[in-house]
């Protein structure tokens, strides 16, 4: 089956710099690759995904590159703010709707 | 639309009671996904379910846990004869249709077994 792999497992960084965390998986049959965005306590939150035809997707101060060869993908925050603070979990489905998540990463936005 | 409704949202049992999840799909929604998440760890997918259909239980434990979504009303999980061990949160996510991107999670069950 797949298997997703995530790193860092913490990181922190200071108000307004950015902040990368990566992804690889093992499937190269996975065709969806979404990430959440978990506060404590609270549910995952998608925040963005990206299809398997596309190599790059932008939302605001968020972006997730793809590189299918290599079967890794990550997500990019930038101009990051205190709000951002939370666990980001990245995820990889395969044909049958399954998701397969990483283990997290637990960002901390230095004020 | 209401979103993904699960309750209870607290659950606390006794080692050896059963615990029962439920968890209401958006409207419209006919695909329902349960993920358990131990603490200070990611989501692991449980079971997939259609109306009254289990189409993806390879990660269910194969004893105490039991998840059905019938024609009528909510999924339900079940576990019987609890442990420490199922201490955890349980999510539900929905979906319309097959090959529909992005699912939605529900608020989740926090079970704590005592």
């Known amino acids: 089956g797949e298997n997703v792999e995530q790193h860092p497992s913490t990181l922190s960084v200071q108000e307004g710099d950015s902040a990368v965390i990566k992804c690889t998986y093992s499937d190269s049959a996975s065709n969806y690759f979404p990430w959440y965005k978990q506060e404590l306590g609270k549910r995952p939150q998608l925040i963005i995904d990206?299809?398997?035809?596309?190599g790059e997707k932008k939302d605001q101060r968020i972006a997730v590159t793809l590189n299918k060869t290599a079967k890794h993908f990550s997500l990019h925050i930038t101009e990051t703010q205190p709000e951002d603070s939370a666990v980001y979990f990245c995820a990889a489905r395969t044909g049958n709707e399954k998701l397969t998540f990483g283990t997290g990463t637990r960002l901390t936005i230095i004020p | 639309n209401a979103g993904v409704m699960q309750n209870p949202r607290h659950l606390v049992r006794r080692r050896g009671q059963e615990a029962r999840l439920r968890c209401s799909p958006m409207?419209?929604?006919?695909?329902v996904y349960w993920y358990r998440q131990l603490p200070e760890e990611g989501l692991k997918f449980m079971v997939y379910?259609?109306?009254?259909?289990?189409?993806?239980e390879s990660g269910m434990p194969k004893e105490r846990f039991s998840a059905e979504f019938p024609k009528e009303g909510p999924s339900i999980l079940r576990i019987q004869q609890v442990v420490r061990g199922d201490s955890a949160a349980y999510f539900c996510a929905s979906s319309p249709l097959q090959g529909v991107d992005g699912y939605t999670f529900g608020s989740g069950t926090r079970l704590t077994v005592v």
């Open positions: 990206i299809r398997s035809n596309v």
């Open positions: 379910l259609q109306k009254e259909n289990i189409i993806d």
């Open positions: 409207k419209g929604h006919s695909h």
